[in-house]
């Protein structure tokens, strides 16, 4: 649900299915019986030592151990054996690289790449297996079945692909080492030292073994990829039976996604987006495009502003703001944009992931795979 530097998909996704079925049902068990087996291990006096890595022996990182354990009064010692078992992952640092500076933004390949007739057949699978929660949670939260379904496919293929870092080994590694020529380098580590603090005071609560759970390699888990905050913020028991399991429990991932959106604000029954053109006499494109994704303008100013709306769209509330999608450089093989008005419940698909591209591929697959299951 994370995705701060990559515009592309993530290469997880490209992952052949065998082995992530196999992933997906390691990491939910392993999240889920950690505190078995590690009982059982207590018992029987063979608890093997945990290995140390280079993370124990730096103290900036001993000293961050120490302050987390006090501010969430945990044991010191379970915590800094936690972060000491931490691997520093090359590929992880790798990952989370700025893309190169000539990539040019391609909505129609970016498109392309998510919504596939594999895609839209697993979706309408998970929505025939899933009808009567997705009515629930439409129901109970106002979120359309079909933006949940498009946020499923889109993250993890409905399970498919949830993630093979171990989860402790990702977020260590983007706390501590984060690659220092991003721009926003400390920024970004500071936020991944609150999603370890998060995912080690969640596991230490649980009894779990914090080496098991596996994610993406920012650390987001399970099959709608939340990060460790959210799923301490939002995931909900959704089908009752009193624990939450976001691996191998379809009713609680569409329960905690649909809690997501109506935390960020999702508005029953609004659109997420209509069409828009443009009156090149009135057009002022620099206005409508500074506030970028965020709705800012109401009906009467965008279409003062030169962005022309029609039907429904024409009797819309609350504000809109103009979405650009690139097609590529249009002076070097590419297209023009796409453009659309994005209403405040687009502005809630980024609040997942903040891309007005990932929002749109959340949107189209959704309606894809609505198509299928209600022609
Ligand atoms: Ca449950």
Known sequence: MIDFSLFWPKPTLQRVWVATILIATYAGTAWANDLKSIKVQQNTGRQAAP???????????????????SRRDLDVLWVRQA?????????VIRLMQPPAKSFSKNWRVYRSRFIDPIRIAAGARFWQDNQATLARAEQEYGVPADIIVGIIGVETIYGRDTGKFRVLDALTTLAFDFPAAHPRARERSEFFKGELEQFLSHQSRLGSDPTAPRGSYAGAMGMPQFMPSSWVKYAVDFDGDGRIDLWNSPADVIGSVANYFKAFNWQTGMPTHYPVR???????????MAPDILPTFSVASFSAKGAVLEGDALSHTGPLALIELLNGDPNNGGSPPTYVAGTENFYAITRYNWSSYYAMAVIDLGREVAARVRP
Do not use: N, W
Not at 83 to 91: E, K, L, V
Not at 278 to 288: G, I, V, Y
């Open 51 to 69: 290995q140390e890595t280079a993370y124990a022996s730096r103290p900036e990182v001993m000293r961050f151990a120490d302050d987390l354990a």
């Open 83 to 91: 972060i000491g078992q931490a691997r520093m992952s090359p590929t």
């Open 278 to 288: 443009f009156d090149t006499a009135t057009l002022d494109m620099d206005a409508l």
